[in-house]
């Protein structure tokens, strides 16, 4: 599969506790983007990196949040102190630098209870 | 600010019919805008985009028009089919200030009834 891949899929967790998942974006790029999704909502963007590099930062990403890039391949996503407002779908998606088409994966899905 | 709305969010037509799914936005700058077709428990897929220096974008059945002025873009979907029914987001792209992110409506929901 050259998709973008997530893993875990779904995680449980009890509130206060770390979790950290992984991405591994489509070969080659070197774009890579994190986005949250609710029930009954769209994809809400909250950091991209360009190779190793965080360009950019939502105002969503609270202190607890933090993500890495540190070779430009995958890219992990810690929260950390989990609370129930964490509970969603958190999306990567890929793409290549002068291109805009993004590519998601299949999801990780945070249930914190 | 940086904001996408889109109507309707669910839509019911029956099979064969047509589907139309209007956005709009409110970020100038905005240049690209894909279109994302979500199957429940699966990843959004890309089905078509446009740019913003082309009005219209037809692959099959599935058509994307779009009013720079107006600030404007829809999806048309003909010859409906039941495997159509899923949630259709729109998106916009972001560009003030280098942003390279997309800015997402809150879906609609279609339902093909055969």
Redesign the interface.
């Given at each position: 599969d050259t998709g973008v891949s997530q893993d875990p899929r779904h995680k449980i967790t009890k509130r206060g506790q770390n979790v950290t998942f992984r991405c591994d974006p489509i070969s080659e790029h070197n774009r890579l983007y994190w986005y949250r999704q609710t029930l009954g909502q769209g994809p809400e963007f909250l950091t991209y990196f360009q190779n190793e590099a965080q360009l950019e930062k939502s105002r969503l990403l609270s202190d607890r949040f933090s993500a890495e890039r540190p070779k430009g391949s995958f890219s992990t996503l810690e929260i950390q102190r989990t609370e129930q407002g964490d509970s969603a779908m958190y999306l990567c998606a890929s793409s290549l630098a002068g291109l805009d088409e993004q590519f998601f994966g299949p999801g990780t899905r945070l249930t914190v209870l | 600010g940086e904001n996408?709305e889109?109507h309707p969010s669910t839509l019911s037509v029956q099979e064969g019919d047509s589907a139309v799914i209007k956005c709009t936005y409110s970020d100038s700058a905005s240049n690209?805008f894909?279109w994302?077709k979500q199957e429940l428990g699966?990843?959004?897929?890309?089905i078509i985009?446009i740019?913003s220096n082309v009005g219209e974008k037809k692959d099959q059945r599935i058509a994307v028009t779009l009013n720079k002025t107006a600030k404007h873009f829809s999806l048309h979907i003909t010859e409906t089919q039941p495997e159509d029914s899923a949630v259709y987001?729109c998106?916009a792209?972001m560009k003030q200030g280098g942003?390279?992110?997309?800015?997402?409506?809150?879906?609609t929901k279609l339902t093909v009834n055969p």
């Open positions: - | 996408v889109q690209y894909p994302y699966k990843r959004p897929q890309l985009d740019r987001f998106a792209s942003s390279e992110k997309l800015v997402f409506g809150k879906g």
